[in-house]
């Protein structure tokens, strides 16, 4: 089966959900970033995922502001899908060769992107580390987040050195391979899920400052215990189904090919 033919090296994918104050700081480093690489060949998705505020409406105005705005492009959804099933979907509405998800909250400096973007084609995967200057993040969350990662390595026999970031990817692997987790469970299922199926992958060290955006609300709350618990069974059943039945160099080849051409 052939896929949509790409326009775009790149689809830049930016869930909203409530976002108003915060949306166009997004935006702007994106085009920063893209602009600090002389990269022109991408498009930028925003999507509105049912937000009760006026999300929407600046977004707009943004887009109305830019000398460019061809590459941008809004779209609302009418009921909220969560941030792991609005990227998947979205990356069927993309045209790029490669996509990442940049939250539309703001917490990625321009340099962080551009840091991640310089590094597109160079493996199947970038994976970005965890920034050395994160700002707003507390103690308690930093040690979950190291614990996490260590409860993924250790359940999928991986070596990833950080999962709650976000990576750039092939467009084809997110469509073929995405999960629909909620929450950001959704982003260590991925991954190693296109580990399981050869793809390449380096680790980039973002240096630049990082923000963590103050909700007011814990993420301990029993929705995302549920999600972190699904995708760590999720994990392990598939380490159990690699070990009974590994994937032959065949395998992995027609993944492969079809990864880069579109085609099953």
Known sequence: MEA?????????????????????????NISSACASLNLTNYEVLVVDDCSSDDTKE???????????????????HEV??????????TAFKGRGRYCRLVCGDDVESAETIATILSKLGEADIVVPLHPKNIQGKPLFRRILSKLYTKLVNLISGYNIAYYNGCPLLLRY???RWGPYSYGFGFQADLLTRLLDEGRTYIEVQVNAEHFEKDSGVSAIHLRNLLSVGHTLLELAIRRVRRSLYPPTPEMLAAARTGALFGED
């Open 80 to 89: 909220n899908r969560g941030l792991g099933r609005t990227f998947v979907d």
């Open 173 to 175: 692997d997110v469509m």
């Open 4 to 28: 949509e033919a790409t326009n775009f090296e790149l689809t830049i994918i930016v869930p909203c959900f409530n976002e108003s104050p915060r949306v166009t700081g997004a935006l702007s």
């Open 58 to 76: 600046v977004v707009k105005n943004y887009i109305a502001t830019l000398p460019s705005p061809h590459n941008f492009r809004l779209i609302i």
